[in-house]
């Protein structure tokens, strides 16, 4: 279904131009709204770089949280990934993500190192106190052991890091 958007100024003329892409299943007949192909073509080139050579955009996980003189950010990333690959094998994903399968009260995301970072200690209760995962009753599960392990270990180096940095960032007010 495509709506054909109308804008016009109070003297009758068009205001703005509207981009769209669109996908048929009616084989490789014309297309059903006339288009105009989008320039420039694609050059091939799946990165872009900056001026100075660097792949954009550039991937960082702490900015705005630390600053990027603070000597923890090398054992953030670290600790934080190896956490999020612990959340993934524990399929915490199944439930906390932003539409809330299950409904939670209370949902906490923990898909940003900026989240996880602000959520590090209630997931850490949670995991110690088998609140979770849910089963499909809303009640509290026990994880499977080796998960629990990996979470609580995965879990407090990344809490201890997110002490540190903030710690140093403490110590280095300007």
């Known amino acids: 279904m495509f709506i054909k958007p109308r804008m016009r100024s109070c003297s009758g003329s068009k205001t703005a131009k509207i981009v769209i892409g669109q996908f048929t299943e009616r084989g490789s007949d014309s297309?059903?709204?006339?288009?105009?192909?989008?320039?420039?073509?694609?050059?091939?080139?799946?990165?872009?770089?900056?001026?100075?050579g660097r792949i954009q955009p550039r991937v960082t996980l702490f900015d705005g949280l630390f600053r990027p003189n603070n000597p923890y950010l090398a054992t953030l990333d670290s600790t934080y990934r190896t956490l999020a690959l612990r959340m993934r094998d524990a399929q915490c994903d199944n439930c906390h993500v932003p539409n809330n399968p299950m409904p939670m009260r209370r949902l906490v995301l923990m898909h940003t190192p900026a989240h996880a970072a602000g959520e590090i200690a209630r997931l850490m209760t949670a995991v110690r106190e088998d609140k979770m995962p849910l089963d499909d009753t809303g009640a509290e599960q026990p994880l499977e052991p080796a998960f629990k392990r990996a979470l609580l270990e995965s879990g407090a180096a990344f809490e201890e890091s997110v002490k540190a940095a903030k710690d140093w960032e403490a110590a280095h007010r300007d």
Do not use: G
């Not at 192909?37 to 100075?52: A, G, L, N, V």
């Open 31 to 52: 297309p059903v709204v006339s288009t105009q192909p989008i320039w420039p073509r694609f050059d091939s080139k799946w990165m872009w770089m900056d001026k100075e």
